[in-house]
């Protein structure tokens, strides 16, 4: 197992110095509607990116204002659960008069907090209620928020690969209890996360989105590409 660590953790230095030298955009493997541009270098982000948590994401939406986003098709090892063995304590939604724009995942203090899928830091320092907040930029379209933290591990404009530790989970900000708060955003917009990942299984849901430049957020459950293969052969 220490091997192991030790030997992902050369080939993660490596590849990131790899990737420094590499061009600064990058296109997913996803189909071409989901294809945002993401960039590796902080200067891209603008001052507002680097400063607010909430903002829409230039050029998102096609001409019609749509964007699709096909979880189907992200294979697995290129998503992780944020937190291992964690528990919903608190839902995304209504909460008397107020809404709670994400799913608190609670486990023990000192915990790690790895990221959803590859992407780009856009901001990460302490903000308002947050407390110490990562928001992580997708190249799927998709942001994700992972807020109350102890410790940040990562920095603006860092590359990160999906369930690569980036925080480590605390109290900070408005918490009563050590929790990862962890948000979906899609232009700026929080979403239900366990839209997108099943809190009992900890799995990524087999799932294509439409987001509409409007708010509205419409799904299909797709049957995973492994499960249709099987289901040929019998
Ligand atoms: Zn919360």
Known sequence: MRIFRILSASLLILSLGVNHLRAVTKTTRLSSAT???TTDNNNDFTEREKNVV??????LFDGKGQVSIDLSKIHRG????????GKVISQFGRRGRR??????IKTHAGDTIYAAFDGVVRFAK???GYGRVIVLRHSNGLETLYGHNSRNLVHIGDKVHAGQPIAIVGRTGRATTEHCHFEVRINGRAYNPMLFFDSETQQLRSRRF??????RLTHENVVPENQMAENKEK
């Open 35 to 37: 294809q945002i541009r």
């Open 54 to 59: 909430s903002i829409p994401t230039k050029g």
């Open 78 to 85: 290129d998503w992780a659960y944020p937190m291992k063995n």
């Open 99 to 104: 809404s709670h724009s994400g799913a608190d």
């Open 126 to 128: 302490s903000y308002y």
């Open 210 to 215: 439409v987001a509409y430049s409007n708010g």
